[in-house]
């Protein structure tokens, strides 16, 4: 096929599992899409939720990384609004400063959570011209010189190490993210609204839409971020508009197979829908339904490698992608494993 497949995860338990066997099982996961010749293996910010363990994905991509060697880690993404944005230029800069060229930071404005949860995150709002300010201080503080010296005098985080008093005329007056500075690791900006659309033109940044889960204004959030996309501006990271697109997918070798599996994830729509979360439910032949569906839904796209694929490589087609990030969920590790290998070999990774 013509564009790459990346992977979004997001650490599920699954009932009778510990949430150690989850976290387990997600590194397993990344070693099996770099294995199969996925692009990226990117991890989910969520909070508060008995369903996905991916709460401190700074944490799980430095363990994903040590267990892998080529595939690009990163956010998908980390909820900004959540975070200082010093943090987090030290986090993906500490990352990126140890495994070089492998690390994505991709951006989000939601908080990943219930809204009592956010609360006591204890950040900001997610309005967004606060957001844009943000997204502007990530770029500075990972843009920034490694061959910046210090002024002469000892800095305040120097004078604090060495028990010394510093004329305050004397100190630094630029923060710096340290690691972090001169790694310029590379900003996706995350949506699923015209919202990340219009923050990714305006700082020409590469733009990802969750239409994997909330696909309504993908046609619309695409036409704000090509028609004012910025290649000029000063923190422009790529030259010209480029999209990924996430679709959620079960693959399995009958059509029968693939929505018997699916209603795992089902179940898990119903439960966020009345606002529970819990581990993800053994699948159930009750209910299933195979039917032939001539639209493409992004959401849920069932079925057969060869039928999944068909349906991917339609998605990209309509909508002009450079790339599509797949998410997949399955009470058993090892089915999810095996249908994102089997499409993948569809694919041509």
Same mark, same amino acid.
């Given at each position: 096929?013509?564009?790459?497949?990346?992977?979004?995860?997001?650490?599920?338990?699954?009932?009778?599992?510990?949430?150690?066997?989850?976290?387990? !099982?997600?590194?397993?996961?990344?070693?099996t899409? #770099?294995?199969?010749?996925?692009?990226?293996?990117?991890?989910? #910010?969520?909070?508060? @939720?008995?369903?996905?363990?991916?709460?401190?994905?700074?944490?799980?991509l430095?363990?994903?990384? #040590?267990?892998?060697?080529?595939?690009?880690?990163?956010?998908?993404?980390?909820?900004?609004?959540?975070?200082?944005?010093?943090?987090?230029?030290?986090?993906?800069?500490?990352?990126?400063?140890?495994?070089?060229?492998?690390?994505?930071?991709?951006?989000?404005?939601?908080?990943?959570?219930?809204?009592?949860?956010?609360?006591?995150?204890?950040?900001?709002?997610?309005?967004?011209?606060?957001?844009?300010?943000?997204?502007?201080?990530?770029?500075?503080?990972?843009?920034?010189?490694?061959?910046?010296?210090?002024?002469?005098?000892?800095?305040?985080?120097?004078?604090?190490?060495?028990?010394?008093?510093v004329?305050?005329?004397r100190?630094?007056?630029?923060?710096?993210a340290?690691?972090g500075?001169?790694?310029?690791v590379?900003?996706?900006?995350?949506?699923? @609204?015209?919202?990340?659309?219009?923050?990714?033109?305006?700082?020409?940044?590469?733009?990802?839409?969750?239409?994997?889960?909330?696909?309504?204004?993908?046609?619309?959030?695409?036409?704000?971020?090509?028609?004012?996309?910025?290649?000029?501006?000063?923190?422009?990271?790529?030259?010209?508009?480029?999209?990924?697109?996430?679709? !959620?997918?079960?693959?399995?070798?009958?059509?029968?197979?693939?929505?018997?599996?699916?209603?795992?994830?089902?179940?898990?729509?119903?439960?966020?829908?009345?606002?529970?979360?819990?581990?993800?439910?053994?699948?159930?032949?009750?209910?299933?339904?195979?039917?032939?569906?001539?639209?493409?839904?992004?959401?849920?796209?069932?079925?057969?490698?060869?039928?999944?694929?068909?349906?991917?490589?339609?998605?990209?087609?309509?909508?002009?992608?450079?790339?599509?990030?797949?998410?997949?969920n399955?009470?058993?590790?090892?089915?999810? #494993?095996?249908?994102?290998?089997?499409?993948?070999?569809?694919?041509?990774?």
């Open positions: 096929m013509t564009v790459p497949l990346s992977i979004l995860d997001l650490a599920p338990v699954s009932a009778g599992s510990t949430r150690k066997q989850a976290l387990d !099982n997600a590194v397993h996961f990344a070693q899409v #770099e294995q199969a010749g996925y692009h990226r293996y990117w991890m989910a #910010e969520h909070h508060g @939720s008995a369903t996905f363990m991916s709460s401190a994905t700074a944490l799980l430095g363990r994903t990384a #040590e267990h892998t060697s080529s595939i690009r880690l990163g956010s998908g993404g980390v909820m900004l609004p959540n975070h200082a944005p010093l943090m987090v230029a030290e986090y993906y800069g500490t990352l990126a400063t140890i495994y070089g060229d492998r690390i994505d930071l991709g951006l989000g404005r939601a908080p990943g959570t219930d809204p009592i949860t956010a609360s006591e995150l204890r950040r900001g709002g997610s309005d967004l011209n606060d957001f844009a300010t943000d997204v502007l201080k990530l770029t500075q503080f990972l843009g920034g010189s490694d061959e910046v010296r210090d002024e002469e005098g000892v800095s305040g985080a120097q004078a604090s190490v060495l028990g010394l008093q004329n305050p005329n100190l630094h007056r630029t923060v710096r340290i690691p500075e001169g790694t310029k590379p900003l996706w900006m995350l949506g699923s @609204s015209t919202g990340g659309a219009q923050v990714a033109a305006e700082l020409g940044l590469p733009f990802s839409f969750a239409s994997h889960f909330a696909p309504q204004q993908l046609s619309v959030a695409l036409q704000v971020y090509r028609t004012h996309f910025k290649k000029n501006a000063r923190t422009a990271q790529v030259k010209e508009p480029t999209v990924m697109a996430g679709v !959620n997918v079960m693959v399995a070798e009958t059509e029968r197979e693939a929505h018997y599996q699916a209603t795992t994830y089902k179940k898990m729509q119903e439960q966020i829908r009345f606002g529970s979360t819990g581990p993800l439910q053994p699948p159930s032949w009750e209910g299933v339904e195979v039917w032939q569906n001539p639209g493409i839904d992004p959401t849920g796209i069932i079925g057969t490698p060869d039928t999944v694929a068909e349906k991917i490589a339609q998605f990209v087609d309509i909508y002009s992608l450079d790339e599509v990030i797949v998410s997949c399955a009470y058993d590790p090892s089915v999810r #494993e095996a249908a994102v290998t089997t499409l993948a070999k569809e694919w041509g990774l």
